[in-house]
């Protein structure tokens, strides 16, 4: 009987040391849900995810004492994930919106975004009128893609998983515009010849982190390292080691 004992004794010991270390990995370890084909705020060189978002969200993590971890998904899986906590925040230049607010907290705006429209070299759209009843991509799930609907019909609307895979159907044909973020509006007409920025601004955003409203504990401790990093310019020099003063 002492022998039995011994051996449960010894097993829950066991189960209670693992139990441990896996609570101290889940405490140590920050994870960001993002879509990584947003440059210049997220995406990959190599195997390697590089951006705006993920220097911000690692600075982040170093002043919280912990390491980042970067999930990359869908841009539309990204406010699921973090409700469901599968990730710890949402960085993936994301727009606060009134109804994102509805889902998820958000943390200070670090940077302000730009909504643009890519049309064709020739193309007869000079102004954001000409946008009615033509064929508008988006990626789907942003505000481009919110703004657009409302804006223009859910009918005359395309969205898209990536927003590459839009600007290809502009390329090819299938749309007459995309509407997207500047920065990486400016990335895709720099890879592809033939295409342009419309002179006139579609929207102008904040961005900002979002994060569980069940964990208002990191929220603020999210708020309280951007704070910092904000005061003492290592947000600023992140943007401008990506974006360029013109």
Avoid at 233 to 238: A, F, L, R
């Amino acid at each position: 009987m002492k022998k039995v004992l011994s051996i449960v004794l010894a097993l829950a010991l066991i189960i209670a040391v693992c139990a441990g270390c896996g609570a101290k990995t889940e405490d140590t370890t920050l994870k960001m849900g993002t879509n990584a084909a947003f440059p210049p705020y997220e995406y990959k060189e190599g195997d390697k995810f590089v951006g705006i978002d993920v220097e911000i969200a690692d600075a982040i993590a170093k002043e919280l004492g912990m390491t980042l971890e970067v999930v990359d998904m869908e841009f539309d899986s990204i406010i699921p994930a973090v409700q469901k906590g599968e990730v710890s925040f949402g960085m993936a230049g994301m727009t606060v919106t009134d109804e994102r607010k509805l889902e998820v907290d958000f943390t200070s705006s670090y940077a302000t975004g730009v909504q643009v429209v890519i049309i064709p070299e020739g193309s007869d759209i000079a102004s954001l009128d000409d946008l009615q009843g033509k064929k508008i991509g988006t990626q789907l799930g942003t505000t481009g893609d919110m703004y657009a609907k409302d804006d223009y019909g859910e009918e005359s609307v395309t969205s898209y998983g990536k927003g590459a895979d839009a600007v290809i159907a502009l390329k090819g044909g299938d749309v007459d515009a995309v509407i997207i973020d500047n920065e990486p509006a400016k990335a895709f007409v720099a890879q592809n010849a033939g295409l342009k920025i419309l002179d006139t601004e579609y929207a102008v955003e904040d961005y900002a982190i979002a994060v569980s409203k069940e964990n208002k504990e990191l929220l603020g401790k999210i708020n309280a390292a951007l704070e910092k990093l904000t005061a003492d310019g290592t947000v600023d020099s992140i943007i401008a080691k990506y974006i360029k003063a013109e």
